[in-house]
């Protein structure tokens, strides 16, 4: 905790001065609504329960895309890696993929997948698959040759080799993407939301929208804000636990 008073004091100091200006500037709460206003429209959807459904709806999308996206994102890593060939062929394709924007992707999905989570769920695994892909691909690519011509030496067969040497080794840089995949997968299901989704945080962003309810927009936004950074917090702590558990190993 007293790592993080400074950040703490800071924004308290933030919103302070928000608070001033909009109250002493007279600014329209159309235009930027006070921390005090959006602090009362988020305890009122809070208290009424309006919240939860979006938030749920929100969270299982992000969750299902991302164990999806990084299931294959780590299987198509080592794939890449273990056959360099292969790799060769395919990773120019891999990041043509990735340079499409997924925003652009979104009625086509709608198209195909019909309206509901999984237009949502597929653009969030799309999202997610790059990070965990890259990053497996660089840790398994850049492990130490003197310790795998050491493994040959021993006799190791390329799977013992994969799960003992390059896998360990490249579990930092791993569990890097995952944190980062964890940051674009809630990205990825409220963009989703924002072109289909009928339920949802980027679903309700768009009512509010449409009403012009600044306030219940910035509540929205200190949501996914706060889920964001739950939920990076939570893989920072598996992360630490599992090159922990690896590294007395």
Same mark, same amino acid.
């Given at each position: 905790?007293?790592?993080?008073?400074?950040?703490?004091?800071?924004?308290?100091?933030?919103?302070?001065?928000?608070?001033?200006w909009?109250?002493v500037?007279?600014?329209?709460?159309?235009?930027?609504?006070?921390?005090?206003?959006?602090?009362?429209?988020?305890?009122?959807?809070?208290?009424?329960?309006?919240?939860?459904?979006?938030?749920?709806?929100?969270?299982?999308?992000?969750?299902l895309?991302?164990?999806?996206?990084?299931?294959?994102?780590?299987?198509?890593?080592?794939? +890449?890696? $273990?056959?360099?060939?292969?790799? *060769?062929? %395919?990773?120019?394709?891999?990041? @043509? /993929?990735? &340079?499409?924007?997924? !925003?652009?992707?979104?009625?086509?999905?709608?198209?195909?997948?019909?309206?509901g989570?999984?237009?949502?769920?597929?653009?969030?695994?799309?999202?997610?698959?790059?990070?965990?892909?890259?990053?497996?691909?660089?840790? +398994?690519? $850049?492990?130490?040759?003197?310790? *795998?011509? %050491?493994?040959?030496?021993?006799? @190791? /067969?390329? &799977?013992?080799?994969? !799960?003992?040497?390059?896998?360990?080794?490249?579990?930092?840089?791993?569990?890097?993407?995952l944190?980062?995949?964890?940051?674009?997968a809630?990205?990825?299901?409220?963009?989703?939301?924002?072109?289909g989704?009928?339920?949802?945080?980027?679903?309700?962003?768009?009512?509010?929208?449409?009403?012009?309810?600044?306030?219940?927009?910035?509540?929205?936004?200190?949501?996914?804000?706060?889920?964001?950074?739950?939920?990076?917090?939570?893989?920072?702590?598996?992360?630490?636990?599992?090159?922990?558990?690896f590294?007395?190993?």
């Open positions: 905790m007293s790592k993080r008073l400074p950040s703490l004091l800071l924004l308290l100091t933030l919103l302070a001065g928000w608070e001033a909009c109250r500037g007279g600014l329209s709460p159309l235009v930027l609504p006070p921390p005090s206003a959006v602090l009362a429209t988020l305890w009122s959807e809070i208290a009424t329960g309006r919240l939860w459904p979006h938030l749920a709806t929100t969270a299982a999308e992000m969750a895309g991302l164990g999806i996206g990084t299931a294959v994102g780590l299987g198509v890593g080592i794939l +890449l890696a $273990e056959v360099p060939a292969l790799g *060769r062929l %395919l990773h120019p394709y891999v990041l @043509a /993929s990735q &340079l499409v924007p997924k !925003l652009a992707l979104g009625p086509l999905f709608i198209i195909w997948f019909g309206f989570m999984t237009p949502t769920i597929v653009i969030t695994a799309l999202i997610c698959f790059f990070p965990l892909m890259e990053n497996t691909l660089t840790g +398994l690519t $850049e492990i130490d040759p003197a310790r *795998r011509e %050491l493994f040959r030496m021993l006799g @190791a /067969s390329r &799977l013992q080799t994969l !799960l003992r040497l390059k896998l360990p080794a490249a579990l930092p840089v791993i569990m890097a993407g944190r980062v995949a964890v940051v674009l809630l990205v990825g299901a409220v963009v989703g939301e924002f072109i989704g009928r339920i949802g945080l980027g679903a309700s962003i768009i009512a509010a929208q449409s009403v012009m309810d600044s306030s219940l927009i910035f509540a929205l936004f200190v949501v996914i804000t706060a889920l964001g950074m739950l939920l990076y917090e939570a893989v920072r702590a598996l992360e630490r636990r599992v090159l922990h558990r590294s007395k190993g």
